[in-house]
């Protein structure tokens, strides 16, 4: 089974944010039997099935060839792809998609199945991509950690964050405990924190962006604007989440994958950061990066970062730093030539989670890559 937290069809105000997704069958030899079912975040329940809607007892009457208790064939290295013009729900749609595996005519079940899935999230009217891959049941947790929450931040408070949460089992309803964490920049740099509990038994995204139709806290209660901060969700139901961040201003679209606490360590790569590399050596344009370290408790924590590259004194620079709860490392305000283009390792002594972001003045369009830094140990 692999979840895909969010795609979208036709859906917003102006019907233009869309989302698509690909199924690998990574086998040579094995054919998958997949079924996906799209359960809607309006809804809050599972509204559409590709072939059709698995059978509650028993084997599926409408069976296709070659997958008799359910589920479309794919062939050994085979791939279905779903758009908006395939997908089997109606337009308006936002929520997530779900993967499972039958036996197949050979009667090898899921666990000799072998497949991977990625989506991307995109919009018709402005430069917004964004893409990410799919979670399997291994990856589900019942706390997740999300390092960077924003709302109205940046060049013309533009920057905000939404997240989507999907649940394993809609079966299970699951009682959802979000607590933002961060800062009021508009405020003093005041720190702010809100909780509220809600249930999912779906799908539910989160909008912490220029209204609060639905923004998951309690009724009158909202993020600051110019809010810069964290979030950690804990849940009595294994859940997934992906988080999105995207400005209005110049239409660039990113996301990442949430975090497992368990999944921290105390040593991160992040194997791609700038520092205004670009076209004309030494100019201040071109590439750019900037990361965000969370402690993956909350707590504080002293950590080191090290940077590496080519035209550094001896191949690399340190320094170490006491941070709490997060801090945030802009690469143009650092002690790095005009012209890095090199990796760093965040180490700590306590586990640590680690997002980077690249960007650019130079090209048009969506001109940022937001990505999870890499657990090492």
């Given amino acids: 089974r692999i979840y895909l937290p969010v795609t979208a069809k036709s859906d917003g105000p102006a019907g233009d944010w869309n989302g698509r997704f690909a199924i690998q069958n990574m086998s040579d030899t094995v054919a998958a039997c997949v079924t996906i079912t799209y359960l809607s975040n309006y809804t809050d329940d599972e509204i559409a099935w590709d072939p059709y809607k698995p059978p509650v007892d028993g084997k599926p009457t409408n069976a296709l060839p070659g997958c008799p208790e359910g589920g479309m064939p794919l062939p050994p290295r085979g791939t279905i792809f779903r758009s908006p013009d395939t997908m089997t729900v109606s337009d308006k749609f936002t929520g997530s998609v779900r993967i499972d595996l039958s036996k197949n005519g050979a009667g090898q079940g899921a666990d000799k199945q072998f497949i991977s899935a990625t989506a991307d999230s995109w919009n018709t009217n402005l430069a917004a991509f964004a893409s990410y891959r799919g979670f399997d049941e291994a990856e589900l947790g019942?706390?997740?950690?999300?390092?960077?929450?924003?709302?109205?931040?940046?060049?013309?408070?533009?920057?905000?964050?939404?997240?989507?949460?999907?649940?394993?089992?809609?079966?299970?309803?699951?009682?959802?405990?979000?607590?933002?964490?961060?800062?009021?920049?508009?405020?003093?740099?005041?720190?702010?924190?809100?909780?509220?509990?809600?249930?999912?038994?779906?799908?539910?995204?989160?909008?912490?962006?220029?209204?609060?139709?639905?923004?998951?806290?309690?009724?009158?209660?909202?993020?600051?604007?110019?809010?810069?901060?964290?979030?950690?969700?804990?849940?009595?139901?294994?859940l997934a989440v992906i988080a999105d961040r995207g400005t209005f201003l110049a239409e660039t679209f990113t996301n990442y994958r949430g975090i497992r606490p368990e999944d921290g360590a105390r040593r991160v790569l992040l194997p791609v950061l700038n520092k205004n590399y670009g076209p004309v050596p030494g100019a201040a344009a071109g590439w750019n990066s900037w990361f965000r370290v969370m402690v993956a408790d909350g707590g504080t924590a002293m950590v080191t970062v090290t940077y590496y590259g080519l035209d550094l004194p001896d191949g690399s620079v340190s320094y170490t730093v006491p941070v709490d709860r997060e801090f945030t490392v802009f690469q143009f305000n650092?002690?790095?030539?005009?012209?890095?283009?090199?990796?760093?390792?965040i180490s700590a002594d306590k586990p640590i989670v680690a997002l980077a972001n690249l960007y650019t003045d130079v090209f048009q369009g969506d001109t940022d890559l937001l990505y999870n830094g890499i657990a090492l140990d």
């Fill in 142 to 238: 019942t706390e997740i950690v999300l390092p960077l929450v924003d709302r109205q931040v940046g060049p013309g408070n533009s920057y905000s964050t939404r997240f989507q949460i999907v649940n394993k089992n809609p079966q299970r309803p699951a009682e959802v405990t979000i607590r933002f964490d961060g800062y009021d920049l508009a405020n003093g740099n005041a720190f702010v924190s809100f909780t509220n509990t809600l249930t999912v038994k779906s799908a539910r995204m989160c909008f912490q962006d220029r209204d609060d139709f639905a923004n998951c806290l309690k009724d009158g209660e909202k993020l600051p604007f110019n809010f810069v901060g964290t979030a950690r969700i804990t849940s009595t139901e294994p």
């Fill in 334 to 345: 650092e002690n790095l030539p005009d012209g890095f283009a090199g990796t760093a390792i």
